[in-house]
T-cell receptor, first 117, second 115 residues
Framework: GAVVSQHPSWVICKSGTSVKIECRSL??????MFWYRQFPKQSLMLMAT?????????EQGVEKDKFLINHASLTLSTLTVTSAHPEDSSFYIC?????????????FGPGTRLLVL | AQSVTQPDIHITVSEGASLELRCNYS??????LFWYVQSPGQGLQLLLK??????LVQGIKGFEAEFKRSQSSFNLRKPSVHWSDAAEYFC?????????????FGSGTQLTVLP
């Protein structure tokens, strides 16, 4: 089946630094990728929709200047958490529907756990 | 607003026993319903989905789910659990348009399987 990878899987950083998370579709192209955030024992919350060749669409309450999204190619989207603070510590998950397929067929990455000290 | 409730945070069953994970939803129109499984180090994997038609849906790995409109439920079942089924399970509801942007996930149920 289709595979989505994320890198890194685990990152620890100091408060105030920026962290970049990559999401790659390994065997298919994706014009759209989704970024989610998951707190412990809570559900996945959609943060933003990454669109290849155009600006990302952010959900209400998500700071676009803090969570920078770049959809560099049809197989890569990056999420940069700028000036990270401890409250940004969370599990970040990306997903992607194959190009031309319905969005409900999205494939999920394994997630990136971010800890900000 | 749409919402999904998974009442059981954690369930423990013995290998070979039957399993039922509960999911209740609130949605103003005809919902699309999904069950995903998340194993450590792996992404969420779609087990099954309900769009319309037969209210009993068959999925992968021997799972099935039944849509009950009158009860606003979409419970996941498996007749005989295997140790490899230990994972976290998420129910999700979305619009009939299939937009992933409008999916709402439950908070998950952690399944432990005893030998």
């Amino acid at each position: 089946g289709a595979v989505v990878s994320q890198h890194p899987s685990w990152v620890i950083c100091k408060s105030g630094t920026s962290v970049k998370i990559e999401c790659r579709s390994l065997d298919f192209q994706a014009t759209t990728m989704f970024w989610y955030r998951q707190f412990p024992k809570q559900s996945l919350m959609l943060m933003a929709t990454s669109n290849e060749g155009s600006k990302a669409t952010y959900e209400q309450g998500v700071e676009k200047d803090k969570f920078l999204i770049n959809h560099a190619s049809l197989t890569l989207s990056t999420l940069t958490v700028t000036s990270a603070h401890p409250e940004d510590s969370s599990f970040y998950i990306c997903s992607a529907p194959p190009r031309g397929r319905p969005q409900e067929t999205q494939y999920f990455g394994p997630g990136t756990r971010l800890l900000v000290l | 607003a749409q919402s999904v409730t998974q009442p059981d945070i954690h369930i423990t069953v013995s290998e070979g026993a039957s399993l039922e994970l509960r999911c209740n939803y609130s949605y103003g129109a005809t919902p699309y319903l999904f069950w995903y499984v998340q194993s450590p180090g792996q992404g969420l994997q779609l087990l099954l989905k309900y769009f319309s038609g037969d209210t009993l849906v068959q999925g992968i790995k021997g799972f099935e789910a039944e849509f009950k409109r009158s009860q606003s439920s979409f419970n996941l079942r498996k007749p005989s659990v295997h140790w490899s089924d230990a994972a976290e399970y998420f129910c999700a509801v979305g619009p009939s348009s299939g937009s992933a942007r409008q999916l709402t996930f439950g908070s998950g149920t952690q399944l432990t399987v005893l030998p």
